[in-house]
């Protein structure tokens, strides 16, 4: 059974950071591709960036140039670094390997 826990999120000013953990249980992250999604206020589920099996990252536009996403294979953990984070980027963020999501982590952006 896979399980994945999101952790890091938090409230912070526009033009700040956050770093996003994604930790699994039942699956291995290297060598495997993983995906962040996430869900706005009253909007459905988007893609945010998937790291293949290669270890290359892919990102959505929205989010390319701010976010970096990187594993950590020791820990069998997967990372998203988000930088210059605008009110925009506020959501809940989830980890996702196929049809399994974490409970997910908020992240909040405001003045």
């Known amino acids: 059974e896979v399980k994945l826990v999101e952790s890091g999120g938090g409230s912070v000013q526009p033009g700040g950071s956050l770093r996003l953990s994604c930790a699994a249980t039942g699956y291995i992250f290297a060598n495997n591709p993983m995906t962040w999604v996430r869900q706005a206020p009253g909007q459905g589920l988007k893609w945010v960036s998937t790291?293949?099996?290669?270890?290359?990252?892919v990102y959505h536009s929205y989010v390319e140039g701010r976010f970096t996403l990187f594993r950590d294979n020791n820990k069998n953990t997967v990372y998203l670094q988000m930088n210059n984070l605008q009110p925009e980027d506020t959501a809940v963020y989830y980890c996702q390997v196929d049809s399994n999501r974490g409970p997910g982590t908020q992240v909040t952006v405001s003045s």
């Open positions: 790291l293949l099996d290669t270890g290359k990252a």
